[in-house]
């Protein structure tokens, strides 16, 4: 049982556009949501996270939406560069389930110049 | 500040024989998590250790163990290896785990041992 769908699984985008990935989950009890950036040959690294009584929160270039109705949550690259060109993963987690995060399929992004 | 560290990095192992993988975490952090990662089935929880005992677990089998050391060193296990086993295992640490708010929980990864199962 997959509790947190990612889409797409790869996405193209050009030199300043929009990059969007959207995640989907099904353990209400899920109180954390992080998004993970992953270069080739290195480890995940935390990008930016949110908690479920927030809508949206942006850092930088990376903005989190988050509709906990619908329970989905998307990540918005906005000015898309070359060197965002990555995989991304989505987690969630629930906080009584210490670190263990369950983590989306990825999404591998390509950023064109 | 240094991050998580994993030794060794890579490394090749004939089914049936055994691994041991070691992990540092971040200096302060208590809580050390371990991840599989494969191309199939992407980013898979296996185990966390905190103040040396093991607080959850993962859906995979008891072949793959840990354990932690009084100053937070992690090492897992994986016995009697299979093909299947070759992955990328990631180590990662925080500082807290089930308490403390959202900065408290961040979690972050070291960059892995690649394990290659022939």
């Known amino acids: 049982q997959q509790q947190v769908k990612q889409s797409p699984q790869s996405l193209i985008v050009q030199k300043g556009g929009i990059s969007i990935i959207n995640c989907a989950y099904e353990?209400?009890?899920?109180?954390?949501f992080p998004w993970y950036q992953q270069f080739p040959g290195k480890g995940p690294a935390l990008l930016i996270a949110?908690?479920?009584?927030?809508s949206e929160k942006k850092e930088g270039r990376f903005t989190i939406s988050f509709n906990k109705s619908a329970k989905q949550f998307s990540l918005h690259i906005m000015d898309s560069q070359p060197g965002d060109s990555a995989t991304y993963f989505c987690?969630?987690?629930?906080?009584?389930?210490?670190?263990?995060?369950?983590f989306g399929k990825g999404t591998t992004l390509s950023v064109s110049s | 500040k240094a991050g998580v560290t994993q030794t060794p990095r890579y490394l090749i192992k004939t089914r049936g024989q055994q691994v041991t993988l070691s992990c540092s975490p971040i200096?302060?952090?208590?809580?050390v998590s371990w991840y599989q990662q494969t191309p199939g089935q992407g980013l898979q929880f296996l185990f966390e250790?905190?103040?040396?005992?093991?607080?959850n677990k993962g859906n995979f089998p008891g072949r793959f163990s840990g354990r932690q050391f009084s100053n937070s060193r992690s090492e897992m296990n994986v016995s009697t290896l299979e093909l299947g086993d070759s992955a990328l295992y990631l180590c990662?640490?925080?500082?807290?785990?089930?308490?403390?708010?959202?900065?408290?929980?961040?979690?972050?990864f070291g960059e892995g041992s690649w394990l290659t199962v022939v």
């Open positions: 990662a640490s925080s500082f807290r785990g089930i308490e403390g708010g959202l900065s408290g929980n961040t979690i972050y």
């Open positions: 250790y905190f103040s040396e005992t093991q607080r």
């Open positions: 987690a969630a987690s629930r906080r009584q389930a210490g670190t263990a995060l369950i």
């Open positions: 353990n209400t009890a899920f109180d954390y």
């Open positions: 200096s302060g952090h208590r809580s």
């Open positions: 949110i908690r479920p009584d927030v």
